[in-house]
Structure formats: C-alpha cells, structure tokens
C-alpha cells in the first residue's frame, strides 16, 4: 500500500528503513534516541527521500541541490560522519554515552505510523 499524501513516503520504502536503522543499529551498538519521535521522524525523512531521489538522503540537513548530494553519498544513510566515528546529526544511531540515548534498537510500526499522521497535519 502507498500513501496518498506527498508529504509523506510510501509504505514499501518506511518499511525498508526502518528494518534498515534497526539492523544497522544492531549491527553497530548504536541506539534509537530515548524520544521515539524523533527516531520515527527521521526515518520517514529517509524513507520519503528514498523514494523520491532513489537514496536515503539524510533528512535533517539542507541542501541546494539533492540530486547531486545524492551522487555525492556523504550524507546517504549512513552518512561518512557515522559511519567514521559515530556522529549521527539526526540522532538517529547514538551511542550509549549520549545523553539522548534510549535504550531501542527497534521501533514499532505503530510508532511510525504515529509520527506520519502528525507529519500530514503539517
């Protein structure tokens, strides 16, 4: 199912990233932020960029040209920053230490579907 509202991405492509943040989280000790808010927010921005540029374009930054910054892959998820030193501007992978940091490696769908109905209001 897609949804019909363009704000927000379509329902193949939230779920692709968040099976995406949960493993890559898994995979790197990382955590969701303690606010899973911000943690659904950020990959609906990620999901909404994979399909409309084809790439998990970090969604918490401004570019003035995505399709290049796309070819670019720097800020792809995950970005150079995280993926070299653990630094997520999303806080979307933190680590233990971090003050933001849950202790979620996973998020529900509902949890997702949450933060879109907010995100349509806008």
């Avoid at 630094?87 to 202790?103: K, Q």
Wanted: negative net charge; charged residues 30%; contains cysteine.
């Amino acid at each position: 199912m897609t949804t019909t509202n363009d704000k927000l991405s379509t329902e193949k492509s939230l779920e692709a990233m968040k099976h995406f943040a949960e493993k890559y989280a898994k995979n790197t000790n990382t955590y969701f932020c303690v606010d899973p808010s911000v943690t659904a927010v950020v990959i609906e921005g990620l999901a909404k960029n994979k399909d409309e540029l084809g790439a998990p374009l970090c969604p918490c930054r401004h570019y003035e040209d995505k399709e290049a910054e796309v070819k670019a892959a720097y800020w792809n998820c995950p970005c150079i920053p995280m993926r070299e030193r653990k630094d997520c501007h999303c806080m979307l992978f933190l680590t233990e230490e971090n003050d933001f940091s849950g202790e979620e490696q996973e998020i529900t769908m509902e949890e997702l579907q949450t933060a879109r109905e907010n995100m349509a209001k806008l």
